[in-house]
């Protein structure tokens, strides 16, 4: 174990009113967890953790602490915080992939996360803990977000997100990458560019039962963009098929020879 830590976790003084937890967006119960990990307690303390913030691994790693826990701690007064974001990395980091998540048994209801950045991956793990069947959706190909494609490597190793992952399929949790949430304009020009750079497959799913992405999109999107995207290679040949199953439809075409298909997922909401 890093003497750092053990050292950094003795100075704390566990105040009766901890100024460091006042300070903290999520009110991470820090001296609890420092008295539980002093205690030898490890899982104790990494379940505090999670429990109040499935991100407590990064978190202790991109949190601006100065700010928050670490600028709040009363020794800092006296020119040292206790170094909280190492204890709680140290204890995140090593609890992580022992960590067993609680899930109630499936309640049969299905949920759809857009997007694979922190704010998807937390609620989709405390979804799956109350027992939905969540499925994840990113148009990336890797989970994150900005945790992914935003913050390099130094300060956030990639490799965490793999856990995460690992993670989030451990309990259930289904990742549908490189799918494009929408279908106005923009959804079909990012569909379009995502072919012609040689994606085989591309995805649409929309809320709606026509291709407009919001209100600001009331053309008829659905039957020109459709045909805009068809005659968009001369040399495919297209075909397109369209069937309706109660409140859901799906449109799909296919496109000859390359084995390229656009799909396109329609449900009414509401
Ligand atoms: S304010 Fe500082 S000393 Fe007090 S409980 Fe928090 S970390 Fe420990």
């Known amino acids: 174990m890093a003497v750092h830590v053990i050292n950094e976790a003795n100075r704390c003084l566990n105040c009766k009113k ?70 709680e990395n140290y204890v995140s980091d090593t609890y992580f992939d022992k960590m067993q998540i609680p899930c109630q048994p499936k309640n049969g209801k299905k949920v759809a996360v857009i997007g694979a950045g922190p704010a998807g991956i937390t609620i989709a793990i405390l979804l799956a803990k109350k027992g939905y069947g969540v499925t994840i959706f990113d148009s990336r190909d890797k989970i994150g977000g900005v945790l992914q494609y935003g913050i390099p490597a130094f300060s956030l190793p ?40 040689g994606s085989r497959h591309v995805t649409l799913y929309a809320r709606g039962l026509t291709s407009q992405a919001s209100d600001h999109e009331k053309l008829p999107t659905q039957s020109w963009m ?26 799909r075409m296919a496109i000859r020879p390359e084995w390229i298909r656009l799909r396109c997922r329609f449900r009414q909401i509401g």
């Not at 490890?42 to 100065?66: D, Q, T």
């Not at 965490?160 to 279908?183: A, Q, S």
């Not at 005659?231 to 109660?246: D, H, I, N």
Request: a positive charge; charged letters at 25%; one cysteine or more.
């Open 18 to 87: 901890p100024m460091c937890m006042q300070a903290c967006p999520i009110h991470t119960p820090i001296p609890m967890m420092i008295k539980a990990f002093k205690k030898e307690n490890l899982n104790e303390a990494g379940e505090m953790l999670f429990e109040n913030n499935p991100m407590s691994m990064i978190c202790s790693l991109v949190c601006n602490h100065e700010n928050q826990c670490e600028g709040h701690c009363v020794l800092d007064r006296k020119g040292e915080p206790v170094h909280i974001s190492s204890i």
């Open 158 to 197: 990639k490799s965490i997100l793999e856990r995460y992952k690992l993670k989030l399929r451990e309990i259930g949790i289904k990742i549908r990458p490189n799918t494009i949430i929408g279908m106005g304009n923009s959804a079909m020009d990012v569909a379009r560019t995502a072919l012609r750079k």
């Open 226 to 251: 459709a045909r805009s995207w068809l005659s968009s290679g001369s040399r495919w040949k297209s075909m397109m098929t369209a069937r309706y199953l109660r409140r859901f439809s799906l449109m």
